[in-house]
């Protein structure tokens, strides 16, 4: 990333991704980092490592839910059953966590949209 602005909010992104917090005290690391989650099933869900890339399939179409998804919504979805929904739905948090995941994905190919269940 060019800028101090930029590297700066993929910074915060990270340290969100790593915060714990919800009734649950739980990370989104908690699940998607190899040395945690990532790579198991969780209540019949697979949990993808995010230094494998997770956003390349959004926009996504959620057949269970007849919907176009972003990443936005699927992170806020991830949170709720956790009992860790701390955000409103236009937080810049969610902008700078959307940065940190992506920067994943740079180079890789597009998969959209996906399709999941």
Known sequence: ???????????????????????????????????RGAGKFLGGRWLVDSSEGMTRHFPTWRTSQNQMWDLRKRMQWCMVP?????????????????????????GKPLSVPGIRH
């Open 1 to 35: 990333l060019a800028s101090p602005e930029a590297r700066a909010a993929l910074a915060r992104g990270q340290a969100t991704f790593s915060r714990r917090v919800g009734q649950r005290n739980h990370s989104c690391a908690d699940c998607h980092t190899p040395d």
């Open 82 to 106: 956790l009992g860790m929904n701390m955000l409103a739905a236009d937080a810049i948090e969610y902008a700078e966590l959307e940065l940190y995941l992506t920067s994943f994905d740079q």
